[in-house]
């Protein structure tokens, strides 16, 4: 199972794309529908023709809400870049596929929207022109650039054909027995009570488990499981859920909590990072600058720690520690998004590389640079060995995909100990 997302500049004509698609408004808000305008996450689903169902994440496009898309992004398998004929590569266009391409969404493809609105082929040529050398050296460089039109239903018949194949070249996600559902949604259904929605990943669900919300720290259990309007017992990673919650409040959850099994997932303050930051940056990145930090549907403000240099200019590269002033959940090889508060600006993002260093490391320390580093580049036992540390209580064997000598590294390090059959 797979699950897209759209991006593009304010309207291009995402939602209406996703309407013509599905045959579902994902403009859920009366605020929407009134200023014609997405302001929040919307949701909807796609029966491909080779009997796949997936999911549709649309976003908002306004630059007020980027903050809104982010939360939207962090688990998609494929992008649909949505660009208007009749307007071309805009500055939210340009954001919106530098965060798809920091937060390393596999593959994705070009929607030329409101194609009807042409007449002259030379300027769809040009158009076109200027998408390719905007998406050079990006996720989307040599993927199809599709025209359509959701009016008059030009071109999305090859729209699905081009998604299908996409989707059929991508492999589904893993279950590892870990499950993983950030939050990007919380409601109330009267008389079944709170309500959960999110991409699921790293294991299953199913109903009558119990499960618990970090970093709110509070268990529940589950009463219902729907994915795109069904109800189902159990389900898998890789899929859209809404997760009914007995004996909460709406008030103990927010968007950005994380969902999984009780004592999967700690929450955490600090943060090992590489940092990728942007050529578009207005400013170099100093020391102790504040950001606003994104992973998964979470939201926190922050400082970054530059560790292996004075400042990181526009377009250059860094080991980092960001120092959170509320609490997240986190795991080793997330993406984030970093972005300035004033002006508001997104300005890099990368990989986190430990979520619990135990410590503020001292800057320009070459055995800390060299610890990031491996842990980049994938260091299976200092990996294994740190993910375990974030762990309370026992856990499968599995969870972690280790080959036989790799699980035999671990074993020697001499900090693990196995039990059972």
Request: glycine share 10%; hydrophobic share 40%; net charge negative.
């Amino acid at each position: 199972m797979h699950v897209i997302g759209t991006a593009g500049h304010v309207d291009h004509g995402k939602s209406t794309l996703t309407y013509a698609l599905t045959g579902i408004n994902p403009d859920r808000l009366a605020e929407e529908r009134l200023r014609e305008m997405t302001i929040d996450l919307g949701f909807a689903w796609l029966d491909l023709p080779n009997g796949e169902r997936v999911g549709i994440v649309d976003v908002p496009g306004h630059r007020d809400f980027i903050e809104n898309m982010l939360a939207g992004v962090g688990g998609i398998d494929a992008a649909i870049l949505v660009i208007a004929a009749d307007e071309g590569v805009m500055p939210q266009t340009r954001e919106h596929l530098a965060i798809l391409d920091l937060l390393a969404v596999p593959t994705g493809l070009i929607a030329l929207t409101k194609i009807d609105l042409i007449n002259d082929p030379s300027w769809v040529e040009l158009v076109q022109l200027d998408i390719m050398d905007a998406v050079q050296g990006t996720l989307l460089d040599g993927q199809p650039i599709i025209p359509v039109s959701a009016r008059t239903g030009e071109g999305l018949d090859h729209l699905v054909a081009a998604l299908t194949d996409l989707l059929e070249h991508q492999p589904s996600r893993l279950d590892v027995g870990s499950p993983r559902l950030p939050i990007d949604r919380v409601f109330t259904i009267s008389g079944f009570g709170i309500v959960v929605t999110g991409t699921l990943s790293g294991g299953s669900l199913m109903v009558g488990q119990e499960v618990e919300i970090q970093p709110a720290n509070i268990r529940a259990r589950i009463r219902g499981l729907q994915s795109h309007e069904e109800s189902v017992e159990s389900i898998g990673p890789g899929r859209r859920v809404a997760v009914n919650l007995r004996g909460l409040e709406k008030s103990d959850i927010q968007r950005g909590d994380v969902l999984g099994l009780p004592g999967a997932w700690q929450p955490t303050t600090l943060l090992d990072a590489w940092l990728r930051y942007l050529p578009s940056a207005h400013h170099p990145l100093e020391h102790n600058d504040p950001v606003k930090l994104f992973v998964g549907a979470a939201e926190v403000n922050g400082y970054v720690r530059v560790l292996d240099q004075e400042r990181v200019l526009p377009g250059e590269q860094g080991w980092v520690q960001l120092r959170l002033e509320t609490p997240l959940v986190a795991a080793y090889g997330d993406r984030y998004i970093l972005r300035r508060a004033s002006p508001p600006e997104t300005i890099g993002g990368g990989i986190i590389l430990d979520t619990a260093p135990g410590q503020r490391w001292k800057r320009f320390k070459p055995e800390v640079s060299a610890r990031l580093e491996a842990l980049l580049q994938g260091d299976v036992v200092r990996i294994t060995l740190l993910r375990l540390a974030q762990i309370q209580g026992p856990i499968r064997i599995n969870t972690f995909q280790l080959e036989p000598e790799q699980f035999d590294q671990v074993l020697a390090s001499g900090q693990v100990i196995v039990s059972g059959d």
